[in-house]
């Protein structure tokens, strides 16, 4: 039978979350699935973490790498050895709902749709405690990811190859995960949105992505190198991404109470 569902999780120094991700993986309703884990230059107790699991289930495949490159190599490492129809993305310190792939699967195929995203809760490393619920529009469209990069949660993304083909990452630091999306989006109407909380984000420790203004230079790279818009361009796009996050962004965000 082939793979239908590859999920692309890249991990360094994940000691302590990564067990929590593939529990999160090894309990999904969908069970037609491969998970393939790159370590990226690990040194913590990742690496044995890992084995151990892919000792105990096949579908879990560990691929080493020699030399930290960042998620974005890491991702598309795993990427190019994916054998599945759909592409989703979990990260080493966050995890799903275990009916996550069977909902957002059945959701695809219902309605035509090559790629989606959910909803998606913050818990707080420190506490333990679901603190919000990340929103999502019903689509979102290609002009609304430039000025909103956050409509889209990584952990939450699965795309249909047959529609796209095998969709690599800019091997950036940092945003190359909303790059891919943006360019992806450029080329269809509308991607489809979960009314539903199906994943988890963790905060609260040590994070690329984890203060969003620190990854300001990083829009303007997208901008400018990855998608080659005029350095004018580039400035008027990011004023309105800073004009967002300033003023909107915390629409889509709904505090749980204690």
Excluded at 111 to 136: A, D, L, M, R
Excluded at 161 to 187: H, N, S
Excluded at 204 to 226: A, D, I, M, P, R
Aim: proline share 2%; aromatic share 14%; with cysteine.
């Amino acid at each position: 039978m082939s793979i239908e569902v590859s999920i692309i999780t890249p991990s360094f120094n994940s000691g302590k979350f990564i067990s929590k991700t593939i529990e999160s993986v090894l309990e999904q309703t969908f069970e037609n699935w491969e998970m393939i884990i790159v370590d990226d230059c690990s040194n913590d107790n990742s690496l044995k973490i890992i084995k151990e699991y892919c000792k105990k289930d096949a579908r879990i495949k560990l691929i080493v790498l020699d030399k930290n490159g960042g998620s974005g190599k890491a991702r598309n490492i795993a990427i190019k050895k994916s054998r599945g129809r759909y592409l989703a993305f979990l990260d080493s310190d966050d995890y799903w709902a275990s009916s996550k792939l069977e909902k957002q699967i059945v959701f695809m195929q219902k309605n035509n749709c090559p790629f989606t995203y959910s909803q998606y809760y913050e818990f707080n490393n420190n506490t333990g405690n679901i603190e919000t619920i990340v929103k999502c529009p019903s689509t979102v469209t290609y002009k609304m990811l430039l000025v909103n990069g956050g409509y889209i949660g990584c952990l939450t993304v699965i795309y249909d190859t047959t529609c796209f083909g095998k969709r690599y990452m800019p091997e950036i630091r940092k945003r190359q995960d909303w790059a891919l999306w943006v360019k992806m989006l450029k080329e269809i109407k509308f991607a489809k949105g979960i009314q539903e909380p199906l994943a988890y984000y963790r905060t609260g420790h040590t994070s690329l992505s984890k203060n969003k203004f620190k990854l300001v230079k990083y829009n303007f790279t997208v901008f400018y190198k990855v998608l080659g818009m005029s350095y004018i361009e580039c400035l008027y796009r990011m004023t309105l991404f800073l004009m967002y996050h300033l003023f909107f962004k915390s629409k889509l965000r709904i505090k749980l109470k204690a």
